[in-house]
């Protein structure tokens, strides 16, 4: 029988209070892996991922941390270290889509925020675990990036920007530490039902045109996400790198073209 076990490793998932980072956060643990629970604002939720964790026979401990400041995020690995051991599985999970507002109506502060938590705070993140990592020849950085890492979508020119630019610099730290042990990949989710898209799927019509821009006509659970991650953070991905895994639906297969070219 085939098993994914991740027992002996410590993962860090940030933005773990949140609807993603939350599942992902106990679905590593439920293979095995002790899990730091990253949030910033979210304890109360961070606390319920831990006792849910916990609940289950498994370890976990919340932390706080604002990921836009690299002191803070070379701190939140050092914490996790003490707490808990070396951090073998970075999840950059943490990211925000921003709000809905074409180039020249939009400001740059938003601009700046955005880019600080999809792609600086990873940046922050993955530089503080790799250093551990690298000592130890034993590590994986998965990077949450999303289909708009491919798709423009108008309004959110910082976010596909941001997730554009993760894509590759998941390629590019790739490149740069496959012979060191380390396999570095991007996770790209199409439309999960989470409450950061809740304002589409809540009403029936927003939903329906959403839905049929995903080949398969629905949309994705945090768990069909979470499952892929686990995979790919396991010894049974140890000849996959430097790559995005899109889980979609088949969002980026062009649905449209079904009916005529
Ligand atoms: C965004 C969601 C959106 C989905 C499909 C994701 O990256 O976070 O809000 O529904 O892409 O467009």
């Given at each position: 029988?085939?098993?994914?076990?991740?027992?002996?490793?410590?993962?860090?998932?940030?933005?773990?209070?949140?609807?993603?980072?939350?599942?992902?956060?106990?679905?590593?643990?439920?293979?095995?892996?002790?899990?730091?629970?990253?949030?910033?604002?979210?304890?109360?939720?961070?606390?319920?991922?831990?006792?849910?964790?916990?609940?289950?026979?498994?370890?976990?401990?919340?932390?706080?941390?604002?990921?836009?400041?690299?002191?803070?995020?070379?701190?939140?690995?050092?914490?996790?270290?003490?707490?808990?051991?070396?951090?073998?599985?970075?999840?950059?999970?943490?990211?925000?889509?921003?709000?809905?507002?074409?180039?020249?109506?939009?400001?740059?502060?938003?601009?700046?925020?955005?880019?600080?938590?999809?792609?600086?705070?990873?940046?922050?993140?993955?530089?503080?675990?790799?250093?551990?990592?690298?000592?130890?020849?034993?590590?994986?950085?998965?990077?949450?990036?999303?289909?708009?890492?491919?798709?423009?979508?108008?309004?959110?020119?910082?976010?596909?920007?941001?997730k554009a630019g993760l894509s590759m610099f998941t390629k590019?730290?790739?490149?740069?530490?496959?012979?060191?042990?380390?396999?570095?990949?991007?996770?790209?989710?199409?439309?999960?039902?989470?409450?950061?898209?809740?304002?589409?799927?809540?009403?029936?019509?927003?939903?329906?045109?959403?839905?049929?821009?995903?080949?398969?006509?629905?949309?994705?659970?945090?768990?069909?996400?979470?499952?892929?991650?686990?995979?790919?953070?396991?010894?049974?991905?140890?000849?996959?790198?430097?790559t995005t895994v899109a889980v979609d639906g088949g969002m980026?297969?062009?649905?449209?073209?079904?009916?005529?070219?």
């Amino acid at each position: 029988m085939i098993k994914i076990s991740l027992e002996d490793r410590i993962a860090l998932v940030t933005g773990a209070s949140g609807g993603l980072g939350s599942v992902i956060a106990q679905t590593l643990a439920q293979a095995g892996a002790t899990v730091a629970v990253h949030y910033r604002n979210g304890k109360a939720q961070a606390d319920s991922v831990v006792a849910a964790i916990k609940a289950l026979g498994g370890r976990a401990q919340a932390f706080s941390a604002d990921l836009s400041d690299p002191e803070a995020a070379t701190r939140l690995v050092q914490d996790v270290d003490h707490a808990l051991g070396s951090v073998d599985i970075l999840i950059n999970n943490a990211g925000t889509d921003g709000t809905c507002a074409v180039v020249g109506k939009d400001d740059s502060q938003h601009w700046q925020q955005v880019l600080d938590v999809d792609l600086t705070g990873p940046y922050y993140c993955a530089r503080a675990a790799l250093g551990p990592m690298q000592k130890n020849a034993r590590g994986v950085i998965i990077n949450v990036t999303s289909v708009h890492e491919f798709i423009p979508w108008k309004g959110y020119s910082a976010y596909t920007a941001a997730k554009a630019g993760l894509s590759m610099f998941t390629k590019t730290l790739a490149q740069e530490n496959a012979d060191k042990g380390i396999r570095v990949l991007a996770v790209a989710p199409g439309a999960i039902q989470t409450p950061i898209n809740e304002a589409v799927w809540s009403h029936p019509n927003s939903l329906k045109d959403l839905d049929e821009k995903i080949a398969m006509g629905r949309l994705g659970k945090p768990s069909e996400i979470a499952y892929v991650i686990t995979f790919l953070a396991s010894d049974l991905a140890s000849y996959i790198t430097g790559t995005t895994v899109a889980v979609d639906g088949g969002m980026l297969i062009y649905p449209e073209f079904r009916h005529g070219g």
